[in-house]
C-alpha cells in the first residue's frame, strides 16, 4: 500500500509495484524507493533527501559511498575478484591479520553473511566440543538467551523464541538450550558437562538495543571459563564501533573466546563476515571441513581490510561515543512525552513508544514523512543507528524531527 503524499510519479509507483508482484513480501518497507546515498543521506527516485537513522541495521556504520572503502573496492575491482579459496590470493592474508589484531585474537574464518558467521561458530564450537573437550559424540549443546537474533537459517531460527522467525519452518535442529537473557542464575542451571558453548548478543538488537544487567556478561565470562565452555559472542550488530568501541563486550571489560562479526565489516559494499578466536579454537578447523565459494574473496578482504583500517584508528569508536551522549540527551528529553523508555550505547538507540500515542510502524511512517528513516521493530520500539558519519547538525535535525513527530501524535 503507498502511504507517502510525495511518492507522485508514475516511475516511483512503477517501481513500486514491480518489487510488490516480483519480490517475495518477506519484509515490510517503509514506501522509499531509494536512488542514491552519500553519508548519513539517502536520496529517492523524486529526488527528495532523507536523513538515515538506521544505517542499513548497522552495515552502514561507515555511512553511504565512503571515501577510503569506495577507493578499496574500486581499486580490488580492477585487479581480481574472485578466486575460490582454491587458491591463495594476496588480499586475504592482510585482511585476516588486520582483522585479528584489531579484536585482539589469532585467526579469522572468513564468510560472507551474518548468518553464515554463526553457523561457522556454532560448527566450530561443537567440533572443539567433541575433539578437545571430550563431549560424548552427538550430545554437545550450545546455551542461547531468550529474545535472541542471529540469523535466518533452519539451525539459527531453530533456537529463535520469535515466532514469526521460527513457526512452520520446523523440523529444528536439536542441541540448543534457551535461558533468559540477563539471567545468570539461569544459565549457571542449564550448564551440564556436554555445554560446548554459551552463544549470545552482548547487546540484543533486534529485540530492541536490549542491554543486559550490568555484571552479567561478566558473570556469564566467570560461568563458561569455570565449565569450561566456549563464549562466542555475536557482535555482528553490536560490533565495530557502533557502541563506542570496537566491540560491545569491551564495556563489561569481557573478552569472548569467539567473536562473530558481519554486517560494518563489509563497508556497506559487499557483504563480509568472520569468526574471529584463537588457534587453539579455530585451529580444529582442517581442509575439508568447513568452507565458502566467496568467504574471504579478494573485493571483500579489500574491503574489510579498509574497514579494518578505519577502525584501527579508533576515530569512529571515539566519535560513535561523542555523538551517542549527544542523542541519548535529545532522547532522555522526550521520556513521558511519547517515549517510555530508552535504552542506548554509543550512537544506538532503542527507543519505546508510548502505546497511547501510536505505533512504532507509525512513528517510522511519521518520520520518513518529515525525511527521517528508522526501523520499527517487537511493535512499540524504534531503533536509532544513524551512520557513526552523521554530522551532530543532521543528528539533531533527526532528534527534531522525531520530538515533532511524538507531538503530532500525542
Ligand atoms: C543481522 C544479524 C545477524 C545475521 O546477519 P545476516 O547478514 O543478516 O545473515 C546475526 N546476528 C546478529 C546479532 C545480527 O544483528
Not at 544505517?55 to 571515501?67: K, R
Not at 564450537?125 to 540469523?151: D, L, M, S
Not at 571483500?300 to 561515543?321: D, F, K, S
Not at 535504552?343 to 497511547?356: E, F, H, N, Q, Y
Request: proline fraction near 5%; charged fraction near 20%.
Amino acid at each position: 500500500m503507498i502511504t507517502m503524499d510525495h511518492l507522485g510519479t508514475t516511475r516511483t509507483h512503477d517501481l513500486l509495484a514491480s518489487e510488490d508482484a516480483h519480490v517475495a513480501h518477506n519484509y515490510h518497507p517503509l514506501d522509499v524507493v531509494v536512488a542514491s546515498g552519500a553519508g548519513a543521506t539517502l536520496t529517492d527516485t523524486e529526488g527528495v533527501e532523507y536523513l538515515d537513522f538506521l544505517a542499513a541495521y548497522s552495515a552502514a556504520n561507515f555511512g553511504h559511498g565512503h571515501p577510503a572503502l569506495l577507493a578499496a573496492a574500486r581499486a580490488q575491482l580492477d585487479r581480481v575478484t574472485l578466486t575460490s579459496r582454491a587458491f591463495h590470493h594476496d588480499q586475504l592474508g592482510p585482511f585476516a591479520e588486520g582483522l585479528a589484531r584489531l579484536v585482539g585474537k589469532d585467526m579469522v574464518l572468513p564468510m560472507n553473511t551474518g548468518a553464515e558467521a554463526v553457523e561457522s561458530g556454532i560448527k566450530v564450537a561443537r567440533k572443539w566440543g567433541y575433539q578437545v573437550k571430550g563431549v560424548p559424540a552427538g550430545r554437545a549443546t550450545i546455551i542461547v538467551a531468550g529474545g535472541n537474533f542471529h540469523g535466518r537459517t533452519t539451525t539459527i531460527i531453530s533456537f529463535s523464541d520469535d515466532p514469526e522467525a521460527h513457526d512452520d519452518f520446523g523440523p529444528y535442529t536439536p542441541g540448543f538450550v534457551t535461558v533468559p537473557y540477563g539471567d545468570l542464575d539461569a544459565m549457571r542451571a542449564a550448564i551440564t558437562s556436554d555445554v560446548v558453548a554459551v552463544l549470545i548478543e552482548p547487546i540484543q538488537g533486534e529485540a530492541g538495543v536490549r542491554i543486559p544487567p550490568p555484571g552479567y556478561l561478566p558473570g556469564v565470562r566467570a560461568l563458561t571459563r569455570e565449565h569450561n565452555v566456549l563464549l562466542i559472542a555475536d557482535e555482528i550488530q553490536s560490533g565495530l564501533g557502533r557502541t563506542g568501541a570496537t566491540l560491545a563486550c569491551e564495556h563489561e571489560g569481557v573478552v569472548a573466546d569467539v567473536y562473530l562479526l558481519g554486517k560494518a565489516l563489509g563497508g556497506g559494499i559487499v557483504p563480509v563476515s568472520a569468526v574471529v578466536a584463537d588457534a587453539d579454537i579455530l585451529g580444529v578447523l582442517r581442509p575439508g571441513q568447513h568452507g565458502s565459494t566467496f568467504g574471504g574473496n579478494p573485493l571483500a578482504c579489500a574491503v574489510g581490510h579498509a574497514v579494518v583500517e578505519l577502525l584501527a584508528t579508533g576515530e569512529y569508536q571515539e566519535r560513535a561515543t561523542r555523538l551517542g551522549a549527544r542523542m541519548r540527551e535529545r532522547l532522555d528529553a522526550m521520556l513521558g512525552h511519547g517515549v517510555v523508555a530508552v535504552r542506548s550505547r554509543g550512537l544506538w538507540a532503542g527507543v519505546d513508544i508510548d502505546p497511547a500515542i501510536g505505533t512504532g510502524r507509525e512513528v517510522s511512517e511519521a518520520l520518513a514523512r518529515r525525511r527521517v528513516l528508522v526501523k520499527d521493530t517487537h511493535g512499540s520500539t524504534i531503533r536509532l543507528a544513524p551512520p557513526i558519519v552523521i554530522t551532530p547538525a543532521q543528528l539533531d535535525h533527526g532528534m527534531d524531527q522525531l520530538e515533532q513527530v511524538l507531538a503530532e501524535l500525542g
